[in-house]
């Protein structure tokens, strides 16, 4: 199965900081099979980012994905308080889908 | 708004099975798939198999082949997941979720999930 590594495990930022979130694929996503969500605390995950990056509705322009093949980022371009949470990544284009470990974004 | 509500938290004997449901608002129920993601503690997400509410197909994940039915009763807008052969490590928060069309396979609303203890 593919297994996607997110990195670092948490990050420690100050509100109005950049955010970089690496996830790397054991093997090749194909196509733009990549996807990412945020859970805070206490709630489900929500979607962020699909077809590595194409923000899902609502989603704040701060938000952006890249990448192709085994390596994507998430990168959120100034942090506001309601970003700190937890990220995951997910590929969808080799079965099973499978999730990154996540990474969490916290308050410095 | 769309919404998926989970039944509640249960606990189980090892060897049992255990049977959680996901009843779904706000959005024509046949015309999406439904996905059960399970998170144990300490570990990662795993997709466990899907159904499309439309036709009832359904697809596993080979980990759980044979472990694991979806099931569908689209008068009642619910869908089912039922896990048999429960061992210690199934212990897990349960998760339905909706696929954003019908084989998109990423997810779009998720249930407020529900924890499955196996204990003896």
């Known amino acids: 199965e593919t297994v996607l590594t997110q990195s670092p495990g948490t990050l420690s930022l100050s509100p109005g900081e950049r955010a970089t979130l690496s996830c790397r694929a054991s093997?090749?996503?194909?196509?733009?099979?990549l996807v990412w969500y945020q859970q805070k605390p206490g709630q489900a995950p929500s979607l962020l980012i699909y077809?590595?990056?194409t923000r899902a509705t609502g989603i704040p322009d701060r938000f952006s994905g890249s990448g192709s093949g085994t390596d994507f980022t998430l990168t959120i371009s100034r942090l506001e308080a309601e970003d700190f949470a937890v990220y995951y990544c997910?590929?969808?284009?080799?079965?099973?889908?499978?999730f990154g470990q996540g990474t969490k974004v916290e308050i410095k | 708004q769309v919404q998926l509500v989970q039944s509640g938290a249960d606990v189980k004997r090892p060897g049992a099975s255990v049977k959680i449901s996901c009843k779904a608002s706000?959005?024509?129920?046949?015309?999406?798939?439904i996905h059960w993601v399970r998170q144990a503690p300490g570990q990662r997400h795993e997709w466990l198999g899907k159904?499309?509410?439309?036709?009832?197909?359904?697809e596993f994940s080979r980990k759980f082949q044979g472990r694991v039915s979806i099931t569908r009763d689209t008068f009642a807008t619910t869908a089912y997941m039922e896990l048999s052969g429960l061992t210690f490590e199934d212990t897990a928060v349960y998760s339905c979720?909706?696929?954003?069309?019908?084989?998109?396979?990423?997810?779009?609303?998720w249930g407020q999930g529900t924890l499955v203890t196996v204990s003896s």
């Open positions: 979720a909706r696929d954003f069309a019908v084989a998109a396979n990423w997810f779009d609303t």
């Open positions: 706000g959005y024509t129920f046949t015309t999406y798939t």
């Open positions: 159904i499309n509410a439309g036709n009832g197909d359904t």
């Open positions: 093997q090749a996503v194909p196509d733009k099979y």
């Open positions: 077809a590595i990056s």
């Open positions: 997910q590929q969808h284009g080799n079965l099973p889908w499978t």
